[in-house]
């Protein structure tokens, strides 16, 4: 039987939009969808508002309060523009940077977001055309702007897209700003009462102005330029997957002196669409597909894409068997912070006042390496907003050398305040030029530095429940690791847990401490005697529960590799029995 209350609902939102305040061609998609016999389309469009959280908005395009559209963005905007307003009060002039990637509809939302700002008497600094979400970040503190917006959905399907907003440090806005944002959007009680009406004179279109200040400042992250003019003529393949490093990332490794470097002609087209891939994303093997296939003909050595913002990157390269193999993002950070440690020790920049960043689902292995170089190592929540909160804490007090996350993220500048595929993909290409300076291939130095502080492997297992019995058993699991964590992982004793909902970290005799950080997460992690960790917490987006597993071992020599990954499996299952997953 038909939920009669909740079509009953829908019709009364549905038809609030079918007043003057919503466009002509939006009406007649409303009217269309209650006139439809079916229901379906009308309640997944109207059964709630999409709702403006920690990290903005993201949904699917379309007509309807639970939709991406010129009024769900407007809402976000209005709301945004009421709040700067309260807060930078005393100000002459307020201003944002509005930016946007290649997804279907982002320049219309950005184009209208622009002319609210500006209605709301913000000046508006808005990119010509896509741009890197880095490039907004690094904009916003160029500018010296309060706020700053960028339109994408980021690696999510074509039909999605997605709104985040920034502070005036050009990092995604945190507490109190973020809740703050969210009344003042969630006040937004309809379409006639955003100002849609711009004011042309406040808006200002920038783009190559930055690009050149930016991408210099990118250049200053290069540590080893002689290494590079050695090996200048190294084959790379980069793709940007129809995305924003198309404007940007070709042209940085030029500046930094790489003169080989190959495209994916089929995917240096701006699509929205992206028909050349399942999923934009660098983490599927199959969005580098293309890349590797042209890497194949052309005898490369490194195959690099970014995903449709250009915030996040993915690598490739061959093994020493001549295979191409995927680098993972824990593999990735590992070897951009072991680069800018030995460099920096090489270089005797080291000034005792260095710290780089990690998160607390990514391998434990770069904390080892950090520790033998005497540099702090700090953990923080998943996400690039807490590794941007770390900076911002130890401003001008210490300097921050790199921080990365195991989803293929990295930012090895400070100037930036979101994780930055521009200077991660000029940063590995010259990693592959130090390491072939050294006599070996980037894969051989990932073997190496296994060989020199020990072997690790990472692995994710998602526990799918869908529906609301299956949300119901998500939060039962979680309460169940609560009061019975598990007294052993994979045969090995668990001599620390740690429970960031309450704060509290418990170790091997029982004794209880406080975890020190700046709010509460819905995470459990268990640490055991022989070095093994695992995460749990639900996904705050699907409905599933996340594991993050992560083993020790050891690597002998380079050739040890296949034996200890596969003594790592081993453990692995272990561990996933111990969990009952």
């Known amino acids: 039987m038909e939920n009669q209350e909740l079509i009953k609902q829908v019709t009364e939102k549905a038809e609030k939009w079918l007043t003057p305040a919503y466009d002509a061609e939006t009406q007649a998609e409303v009217k269309r969808m209650l006139e439809n016999e079916d229901k379906t389309e009308l309640i997944e469009a109207f059964y709630k508002d999409l709702e403006f959280g920690t990290g903005g908005l993201r949904g699917i395009m379309g007509v309807g309060s639970n939709r991406m559209n010129i009024y769900t963005v407007g809402a976000a905007t209005q709301g945004l523009s009421n709040y700067l307003k309260k807060n930078f009060k005393d100000l002459p002039q307020i201003s944002v940077v509005v930016g946007h990637d290649c997804r279907n509809n982002s320049r219309l939302f950005a184009e209208t977001s622009a002319n609210i700002f500006s209605a709301n008497g913000i000046k508006v600094y808005l990119f010509d055309d896509m741009r890197p979400t880095p490039e907004m970040s690094f904009a916003i503190r160029h500018l010296g702007c309060q706020s700053g917006i960028i339109l994408t959905a980021s690696h999510n399907p074509k039909e999605y897209n997605g709104y985040k907003a920034y502070w005036d440090d050009g990092a995604q806005v945190l507490a109190p700003h973020d809740a703050g944002i969210i009344d003042e959007v969630n006040n937004i009680a309809s379409a006639a009462d955003i100002k849609f009406q711009g004011n042309p004179d406040l808006i200002q279109i920038i783009g190559e102005d930055i690009d050149k200040i930016y991408l210099d400042m990118v250049k200053t992250v290069s540590i080893d330029p002689e290494a590079i003019a050695r090996h200048k003529d190294m084959k790379i393949v980069y793709t940007p997957i129809h995305g924003t490093g198309m404007m940007l990332i070709p042209r940085a490794l030029k500046m930094w002196g790489f003169e080989n470097v190959f495209t994916v002609p089929e995917q240096m087209i701006k699509d929205g669409n992206f028909p050349t891939v399942v999923s934009p994303n660098p983490e599927n093997a199959e969005a580098l597909s293309m890349a590797v296939n042209l890497a194949k003909e052309i005898d490369a050595e490194l195959v690099m894409a970014s995903d449709p913002d250009a915030d996040r990157v993915g690598i490739a390269c061959k093994d020493d068997k001549g295979e191409w193999v995927l680098i993972n993002g824990n593999q990735t950070c590992m070897m951009y912070l072991y680069y800018i440690l030995t460099q920096y020790k090489q270089l005797g920049k080291i000034q005792g006042n260095e710290f780089c960043v990690k998160t607390i689902v990514t391998t434990e292995l770069i904390k080892k390496i950090a520790d033998k170089n005497n540099i702090e190592m700090l953990d923080c929540y998943t996400g690039f907003k807490w590794i941007a909160r770390e900076i911002r804490l130890r401003e001008g007090k210490k300097k921050y050398i790199g921080g990365g996350e195991e989803s293929y993220g990295f930012l090895a500048e400070d100037f930036v305040r979101d994780k930055d595929a521009v200077s991660a993909c000029c940063l590995i290409a010259e990693v592959a030029a130090w390491a072939k300076d ?78 020190d950080m700046p709010e509460t997460s819905n995470v459990l992690q268990y640490f055991t005697e022989d070095g093994s960790k695992v995460s749990v917490r639900p996904s705050g987006t699907e409905p599933k529960i996340k594991f993050y597993m992560e083993v020790q071992g050891e690597m002998g020599c380079r050739n040890c590799f296949a034996s200890a990954d596969a003594a790592a499996m081993e453990k692995i299952e272990a561990v996933k029995k111990s969990l009952g997953i």
């Open 438 to 515: 050294n006599g070996k291939s980037l894969y051989q130095l990932l073997l190496d530095i296994y060989v020199e502080y020990g072997f690790s492997k990472e692995f994710t297992v998602n526990v799918v429940k869908p529906g609301k019995s299956g949300a119901e058993e998500i939060k039962a699991m979680m309460e169940n690791f609560r009061a019975n964590p598990p007294k052993e992982l994979g045969g090995s004793k668990v001599i620390l847990s740690k429970d960031y909902k309450t704060l509290k970290q418990t170790d091997a005799e029982g004794k209880v401490t406080a975890l």
